[in-house]
């Protein structure tokens, strides 16, 4: 039972890219679904989820219509579109699978972790 999450790298500012987060062993179906990141030296925070079925998602203010998170339950895949990238989303973008259909901003509220997607945004 794991997460996978790819599609990290290095990219310059104002660029686009899509991080991506597969399940194993483990159905999103019923699940709501997050991203979070940890910027070096600092803690992880919330970046975006999205309830089961796709129709209800949530961000962070700081990425709040720049970033689109998405999920494909066929593919059991989550992913999370990044655009006008700025340096200070540089970080690991973690996955997170939600103990409920509905999830938020509180880490608790998830049960199953990726290992992480390293984002470096260069000025």
């Known amino acids: 039972v794991q997460l996978q999450a790819s599609g990290g790298g290095l990219v310059q500012a104002g660029d686009s890219l899509r991080v991506s987060c597969v399940g194993s062993?483990?159905?999103?179906?019923?699940?709501?679904m997050g991203w979070f990141r940890q910027a070096p030296g600092k803690e992880r925070v919330y970046v975006a989820s999205?309830?089961?079925?796709?129709?209800?998602?949530r961000y962070a203010d700081s990425v709040r219509g720049r970033f689109t998170i998405s999920r494909d339950d066929a593919k059991n895949t989550v992913y999370l579109q990044m655009n006008s990238l700025k340096p200070e989303d540089t970080a690991v973008y973690y996955c997170?699978?939600?103990?409920?259909?509905?999830?938020?901003?509180?880490?608790?509220?998830?049960?199953?972790w990726g290992q992480g997607t390293l984002v470096t945004v260069s000025s």
């Open positions: 062993g483990v159905s999103f179906s019923n699940h709501g």
């Open positions: 999205v309830d089961w079925g796709g129709n209800f998602a």
């Open positions: 997170a699978k939600g103990r409920s259909r509905r999830v938020g901003l509180r880490i608790y509220e998830y049960d199953l």
